[in-house]
């Protein structure tokens, strides 16, 4: 929708004007991407921009792995993490326009073993409302079940969903999950009778052109142009993934993969290319490039752009206020919010390793994503929000240095806040012998964990979760402190409530770190002592 404050002829000629005054990338562009990557550390950035329908840019930036020469390039593939939940959408989209299903249409017509932890909310669930956060879950439940990795399948994902409790009324609020997705995806293959993976893959990516993009992991990890997933510890920035190395306290890192179960909330891979031509296809509202006919319809496009639940807004500090929005939604897939007054359909994405976001500006007809190899986030926000300042006809700000002053403050009154936290601990305990604390445990919708004692020591292991092994050192009273052997996951509280003849009556859990990831959703644990066979 374009903004047009004249009639006739003096509009259309104003529009054209308009036009040839954003119709490039900014000046010096490449240049801005090199200075902004090297500043932060990232070692690799993909970026697609779409004007007016054409791709005027697709690129890559710096390499695929450290320590490798190998560049990024247009086709390299990247994870994209929940800018895929678009894609899922898009799935259903085309279903809807098929006559298969429809967007009211109750869950449970089409998935009828499906369940949530109130019967009424079970009956009242409609397609929509998996895609929109406003089901009760609390933020990130149920993530546990494939991050960072899982072996349930995506069926039973879905069916121990119906043993987590709400934590608010339906359609109350807003509170992100993931795990509805996997839903959307389940209700995919009920339709369809093929997984999601071929569906999105026969149905969305290959019709869309997106020629590298893939919806199946093990395609994704056999192709040779792809950017391999980094992240910092204690420091310096390094590639994840690598089982065979350990570091001197005999932790590893393992596979940094989401659950394959997980794939229709965030597992999508695709590369500038692709994402240029995916960008096109939205802003076309469903219309495929050069004429070739639609992806979905236009009225599945305005669905999906149709704000559902609205986003409560906090003031963004400085030097990031300006990006704190007037108005904040969620669509289908897409978060609608405003820049400066301007209308944005946009997402972020973030998986182990890996971030993207994407950026629509319908009135402007313009769009771009940016994608990169690790999880230093302020990158791609500062080079996306650069491209808006540029396409919005705004005063150039160094969003790049913005957004890294953002985390360093952040960071700064966590590690403080932490601190603080973890003061001097009371010097009691344990009420037990250590041995009397292992035991087989099961909480309702994750499934068992084992504590074990041997020489002394006691270690945990989540048993649906290859690698999530770690020991237990005591804290204080009856809490313990796990540090995984996989330097992925969260360090976190493990507190043993006794009954009053001093036997286990549960476990529960806190992530340590106030900056951990809503899907370290230890709190949502209950574990009790398992029966006995």
Request: hydrophobic share 40%.
């Amino acid at each position: 929708m374009e903004r047009i404050s004249r009639a006739g002829t003096l509009a259309a000629a104003a529009l054209c004007l308009a036009g040839t005054a954003w119709a490039d990338p900014p000046p010096r562009f490449d240049a801005r991407v090199e200075q902004v990557r090297k500043a932060v550390g990232v070692p690799g950035v993909a970026v697609a921009i779409v004007e007016n329908g054409r791709v005027t840019l697709a690129r890559g930036y710096g390499v695929r792995r450290l320590g490798e020469s190998a560049p990024i390039d247009a086709d390299t593939l990247f994870q994209l993490g929940s800018v895929g939940k678009a894609f899922t959408t898009a799935a259903l989209a085309i279903l809807v326009d098929r006559g298969r299903i429809a967007w009211d249409d109750p869950v449970t017509k089409h998935v009828p073993w499906f369940q949530m932890y109130d019967p009424w909310v079970t009956r009242e669930m409609t397609v929509i409302d998996l895609l929109v956060h406003r089901s009760g879950l609390g933020l990130g439940a149920g993530d546990l079940m494939f991050v960072p990795r899982s072996t349930l399948t995506r069926a039973e994902t879905v069916r121990r969903l119906r043993h987590i409790r709400p934590a608010t009324s339906f359609r109350s609020g807003y509170a992100y999950d993931n795990v509805l997705y996997v839903v959307a995806g389940q209700l995919v293959e009920e339709v369809t009778g093929t997984t999601w993976e071929r569906f999105v893959r026969e149905q969305v990516l290959v019709p869309a052109g997106m020629r590298t993009a893939t919806s199946d992991r093990v395609e994704r990890r056999r192709a040779d142009n792809r950017a391999w997933p980094h992240a910092r510890r204690d420091g310096p920035m390094h590639g994840m993934g690598t089982q065979e190395s350990l570091d001197d306290s005999g932790k590893a890192e393992l596979d940094p993969e989401l659950g394959s179960n997980a794939a229709p909330a965030g597992g999508v891979a695709a590369s500038a290319n692709d994402m240029g031509r995916w960008i096109a296809i939205h802003l076309a509202k469903g219309a495929l490039p050069e004429g070739g006919g639609r992806l979905f319809s236009e009225e599945s496009s305005r669905q999906m752009w149709t704000p559902r639940v609205h986003l409560p807004i906090s003031p963004a500090p400085e030097p990031v206020a300006a990006a704190t929005p007037q108005f904040s939604s969620y669509a289908l897939g897409w978060n609608e919010r405003d820049y400066r007054g301007h209308r944005l359909l946009m997402h972020t994405g973030a998986v182990f390793g890996a971030q993207a976001v994407i950026v629509l500006v319908p009135e402007r007809n313009v769009g771009f994503s940016v994608a990169i190899n690790c999880e230093d986030g302020e990158a791609a926000l500062g080079i996306a929000y650069e491209l808006l300042d540029h396409y919005l006809g705004r005063p150039r700000y160094d969003w790049a240095a913005a957004w890294q002053e953002f985390v360093r403050q952040r960071d700064e009154k966590a590690v403080a806040l932490l601190n603080k936290q973890a003061g001097a601990p009371a010097r009691v305990g344990p009420s037990l012998p250590l041995e009397r604390y292992a035991g087989t445990f099961a909480d309702p919708w994750y499934g068992e964990v084992a504590i074990a004692h041997a020489d002394g020591r006691l270690t945990m292991d989540f048993k649906q979760t290859p690698g999530m092994t770690g020991q237990l050192t005591h804290w204080q009273y009856d809490t313990f402190r796990v540090d995984w052997r996989d330097r992925l996951i969260e360090p976190a509280y493990v507190t043993f409530a006794l009954k009053a003849d001093g036997t286990i009556d549960r476990i529960g859990m806190k992530a340590v770190s106030p900056l951990a990831d809503f899907s370290f959703d230890y709190q949502d644990l209950d574990f009790r002592p398992a029966p006995k066979e």
